[in-house]
């Protein structure tokens, strides 16, 4: 049995879910999401919530299930709120800019590193060193931030790179020098 699978998702005010098929549809205020189901799983909605079962009572079932569960509700969530990701960006000389549907990043490489930004996400910079990605998709979001994190991961002898707004950062010590005695 799976813990996740047998919750119910509310659906919020001003969502609609609508099923066709193996096709789940989810529209909100923010945008609409849709999702392929498994065949190892349904979905039955109700007047205010979402019940996701599964056809089978399989190990893989049971994590379908789960899954499922777990992808619709991020899908009302999304539609309904959207989803947003803070990657801070620090060290010394490493800049950001944002031009058209580019980031442009000096990040200590002899060259700047362009970045395309998706059509279906939002980005902004703040307090200079400071990107926020937003969208409806918590996947794509996710996703995005996680690329642009890995052009320059944060090092853990200055602390210099990408990190996410909040993540602490284990400092290691650095070469001392040797004393002659």
């Known amino acids: 049995m799976s813990k996740i699978g047998k919750k119910s998702i509310a659906i919020p005010e001003g969502v609609s879910v609508k099923l066709d098929g193996k096709k789940v549809e989810v529209a909100g205020p923010k945008g609409t999401l849709s999702l392929?189901?498994?065949?190892?799983?349904?979905?039955?909605i109700q007047e205010k919530e979402i019940l996701v079962?599964?056809?089978?009572?399989?190990?893989?079932a049971n994590a379908i299930w789960?899954?499922?569960?777990?992808?619709?509700?991020?899908?009302?969530?999304g539609?309904?709120?959207?989803?947003?990701?803070k990657l801070e960006l620090q060290g010394v000389g490493f800049r950001m800019?944002?031009?058209?549907?580019?980031?442009?990043?000096a990040l200590g490489f002899s060259h700047p590193v362009e970045v395309e930004i998706p059509s279906d996400l939002e980005v902004k910079i703040e307090e200079n060193n400071v990107l926020s990605i937003s969208g409806i998709d918590k996947q794509r979001v996710g996703q995005f931030a996680a690329?642009?994190?890995?052009?320059k991961k944060v090092e853990p002898?200055?602390?210099?790179?990408?990190?996410?707004?909040g993540e602490k950062v284990r400092r290691k010590v650095g070469k001392k020098a040797a004393s002659s005695k």
């Open 36 to 44: 392929e189901l498994h065949s190892l799983a349904k979905i039955i």
């Open 53 to 60: 079962e599964r056809t089978k009572k399989t190990k893989e």
């Open 66 to 77: 789960g899954l499922t569960r777990a992808l619709v509700n991020n899908m009302t969530e």
């Open 79 to 85: 539609v309904k709120n959207g989803y947003e990701k």
């Open 97 to 105: 800019s944002l031009q058209g549907k580019k980031i442009v990043l």
């Open 147 to 151: 690329e642009v994190r890995s052009l």
């Open 157 to 165: 002898y200055k602390g210099k790179g990408f990190r996410y707004q």
